[in-house]
């Protein structure tokens, strides 16, 4: 399999959107096993001022209170600080100065016009909005400069002094509203508009912004290094003990300043080098870069020994939890796989807790096929003997417990016997050479501690190993997985998954009790028994599931679009009703920031969700006559009307669907297949079992084909919503000059 995938590798550059790399972005959502520190204590000897206070800051001649950090921050950052903008001038349109002139008025700041008797035509100019379609990457960047929403009203302003609220506890909560859905990408302007407004949040909203910088261009990256080479007396805030990660791209970073980037950071734990070449789309893997494993990045972890001043600064190794290796970049320092081990043995190494092995390939990949089975044989102890080497740099990490392979064909049945034992988290990114009996091997042996299962883009994983995942990972808190795939060619059609079936209709999941999150998106080629099997035994174990918080499955079935809508319907009412969290109503003394407004008195109140949640919709506050009075008609006249209702509803409609999404809008059959299939469930089955503690339950069912980019609605619109063109202020037609012939 893999000489075959060797064959069909390209060799050109690929201009594809970059997609971020999900082993840098997924993080668990419930369960976080990495020892992270993320509060922002400074110690005793890490004090800014000589009298240990802060000040945190000054204030002009006016009394206005400004923030000299964050000053600094924007500088180092290349971040414009909002400031103050005059009002724009009011718009006069075409219809007030036609009224303005009438009544012998001309408006400021326009011309009277030098002909009355002639009309003036105003031309249309659009303002250039740049991009009508930003790609993803761009409009995750450019949303943090739209206009949030206050949360702080005039009626009601919180003591944000109040000392229940640590200055640990704001900057998780800055670090919460900055995210923009990944926790590689933060609004870093919003933070710094933050840090400037108030000097209580400054040095929380600066601690989310440092925690892990951002760097995108290389006078960002030279700047960061200028900031951090400053003495801690001569800076507001300590910035140095601020950063806890740091990723750092060979292709924006220089490697001259990579050691001033990272030495001078003693609370450093996360270091990851990394270039866009091994991430996805994965087809330019065998792209070959000339930069290789310096030095000074291993160096700069050392303690500080160039003065007396840096060794006071850092006296000890910086002790890192995560670090990255890649295959491309092996070379130089290290100096082959076997160097891994030895820097694997170095003090700034031995307490990682997580490592990731990306784009790490098997000899065999780049040589021809064998002629003959001696010649396999060789290929196959080649092979092994690379496996073999990584398998023993593992052995020397004692605290290893989040493991990481991403890209890798040496990644297969071998080396998952090779892996060391005690792991909570294991997560396999693009590894073709992964099957599902083999990985069910290894958790039987060695998944006995097994917390977190991340499982993407895998083209040769099935679901066969779900059918004893409750025996061999007992402990498992979530799964996670991603059933799609990349193309090894930007023009091929290659990414379809290699095995026949993803699951068999006898093949039934046990589910272990422990689990908290189960994520699967994106199953196909099964048949509509094997999905509702597999669903079933949701529903059949939902009682055995106590800590079961979230459910997201997402399939597609190639099955008539009234079949699937009807089986949608389904399901989905049955998996909320037994899963689903009711929300109780808030009780009445409870009280709200957002001041009430008069609109707002005059609705009428919510319905009451007690019998069905959140399941029910909201019915309209507005009903007609017609149907108020069929409630007072008597039993009689109202059947017949219903009757009659019913009758036209059968009317043949000739409009096609245009997605599943119109669920049997189309053709009245449909809808009575679904209320009778309903009423068969309900009367035939016995009563369902009622879980309720789940706060998202998400089943989707459709048959979109599924790409590497999916496009939704925001992709098709403008990011400006209001228009700056002129207001129209009449029919043109009667001014429209009359050719006659």
């Known amino acids: 399999m893999a000489r075959t995938r060797n064959a069909a590798r390209p060799t050109t550059a690929n201009n594809t959107p970059r997609r971020q790399n999900p082993s840098r972005t997924s993080k668990s959502r419930i369960t976080h096993l990495t020892d992270l520190s993320t509060s922002s204590e400074l110690s005793s000897e890490e004090d800014i001022s000589d009298d240990g206070s802060l000040n945190y800051s000054e204030s002009d001649d006016d009394g206005h209170d400004f923030v000299i950090g964050a000053d600094e921050t924007a500088k180092a950052l290349g971040i414009p600080i909002r400031t103050a903008k005059s009002a724009p001038a009011k718009r006069t349109t075409k219809r007030t100065q036609r009224n303005q002139r009438a009544k012998g008025d001309t408006p400021t700041g326009s011309k009277p016009d030098s002909k009355p008797g002639n009309k003036t035509w105003s031309k249309r100019k659009r303002r250039d909005t740049g991009s009508a379609h930003p790609s993803p990457s761009k409009r995750s960047r450019q949303s943090p400069t ?19 609220i640590p200055v640990e506890c704001w900057s998780d909560i800055f670090y919460y509203a900055a995210s923009e859905g990944t926790p590689d990408s933060v609004a870093t302007n919003w933070l710094l508009q933050v840090a400037t407004s108030c000097h209580f949040f400054a040095e929380p909203a600066l601690d989310t912004l440092y925690r892990c910088p951002t760097i995108r261009h290389p006078s960002k990256a030279k700047k960061l290094a200028a900031l951090l080479e400053k003495p801690v007396t001569e800076t507001k805030f300590n910035y140095r003990s601020k950063i806890e990660a740091l990723h750092l791209n060979i292709h924006v970073v220089p490697a001259t300043i990579m050691y001033q980037l990272i030495h001078p950071l003693p609370r450093l734990r996360e270091l990851i080098v990394c270039t866009p070449h091994d991430q996805p789309p994965y087809r330019e893997l065998e792209k070959s870069i000339r930069w290789h494993y310096s030095a000074d990045i291993f160096q700069a972890l050392l303690p500080g020994a160039m003065d007396a001043s840096e060794a006071i600064l850092k006296p000890y190794h910086t002790q890192l939890k995560s670090w990255e290796w890649s295959g491309r970049l092996i070379g130089g320092y290290v100096d082959g796989l076997k160097d891994i081990g030895r820097i694997h043995e170095l003090p700034s190494f031995t307490s990682l807790t997580r490592v990731s092995f990306t784009n790490f390939q098997t000899p065999s990949l780049r040589k021809r096929l064998p002629r003959n089975d001696d010649e396999a044989l060789q290929f196959l102890a080649e092979d092994n003997a690379r496996i073999e080497t990584i398998a023993a740099s593992l052995a ?65 994983l099935d679901l066969g190993f779900l059918t004893d995942l409750a025996d061999t990972c007992p402990k498992l808190r979530e799964l996670d997985m991603n059933l799609s795939y990349y193309k090894l060619h930007e023009s091929g059609s290659d990414s379809d998954p290699m095995y026949d079936q993803v699951l068999l209709p006898d093949q039934k999941p046990h589910w272990p009790q422990s689990i908290r999150v189960i994520s699967i998106e994106h199953i196909r080629d099964w048949s509509v028994e094997a999905a509702e099997m597999f669903l079933q035994t949701l529903i059949d174990n939902a009682q055995n599931l106590p800590n079961l918080r979230h459910l997201s499955v997402k399939t597609m079935l190639d099955i ?63 009903r007609s006559t017609r149907i108020a009075e069929l409630d007072d008609a008597p039993i009689g006249k109202r059947n017949l009307s219903l009757r009659r209702s019913q009758s036209s509803k059968r009317r043949t409609s000739y409009r096609d669907p245009d997605t599943d999404e119109d669920e049997l809008s189309g053709t009245g059959n449909s809808d009575d297949e679904v209320s009778s299939s309903g009423n068969e469930d309900d009367s035939s089955s016995s009563p369902m079992p009622v879980h309720g503690l789940c706060k998202t339950v998400n089943i989707v069912f459709d048959n979109q084909k599924v790409r590497e980019l999916q496009y939704g609605m925001e992709d098709f619109h403008s990011d400006n919503a209001r228009s700056d063109d002129d207001e129209w202020d009449g029919d043109y037609e009667s001014d429209d000059p009359v050719l006659q012939f």
């Not at 294991?426 to 917390?451: Q, T």
Request: proline share 10%; aromatic share 6%; net charge positive.
């Open 146 to 164: 739209q206009q949030r929403e206050s949360m702080i009203y005039s009626g009601f302003i919180p003591d944000w002094k109040d000392p229940r």
């Open 396 to 460: 020397k990490l004692p605290s290893l417990s989040h493991l990481v392979f991403e890209s890798s064909t040496v990644m297969n049945d071998h080396m998952l016997t090779l892996l060391p034992r005690g792991l909570l988290h294991l997560e396999l990114i693009n590894c073709w050479e992964i099957r599902s009996f083999d990985l069910a091997a290894f958790l039987r042996d060695k998944g006995g501690e097994m917390r977190i299962l991340s499982l993407h883009h895998n083209q040769s």
């Open 560 to 622: 008539p679009w009234q079949s699937r809508a009807t089986m949608r319907t389904a399901w989905r009412d049955k998996m909320a009703k037994v899963f689903l969290r009711r929300s109780p109503r808030p009780p009445r003394d409870c009280k709200t920031l957002r001041p009430q407004t008069v609109e707002q008195d005059a609705k009428t109140p919510p319905p009451d969700l007690s019998e069905k949640g959140n399941l029910s919709p909201t019915p309209p506050s507005r």
